[in-house]
């Protein structure tokens, strides 16, 4: 078993749950923003990106729990790499919602 790679899979699920911490006020924030209406007037860039960013955010637990699963039951079977590729997916994830969130923020300035 790959000492490094069994912490680095323990880190990655830690860094990746802590986000849910926070997903009650972000999944209500994301519902209401959803069911909004919108005005016409925005770029259609705007729109894809800032709509890519909320559903991105909303359906982030269901990617993570499969993953945490996935890892865990890689850990017990003494296979550290495969534990560390599952637990880096949700860090991945983070990683393209902070992407988008970034756009979404130059997109949204004139």
Known sequence: MGI????LAIA????GGLPL???PFVLLADV?????ERSGKDPLLLTVVARSFQLGSLVYPLVYVPCLVAAVRRLMAHDPHAAAVFSAIPIGLLALLAILFCAWRACGRD
């Open 12 to 15: 990655f699920l830690v860094v």
């Open 21 to 23: 911490v926070v997903y």
């Open 4 to 7: 490094l790679e069994f912490w």
């Open 32 to 36: 209401m923003s959803l069911a909004g």
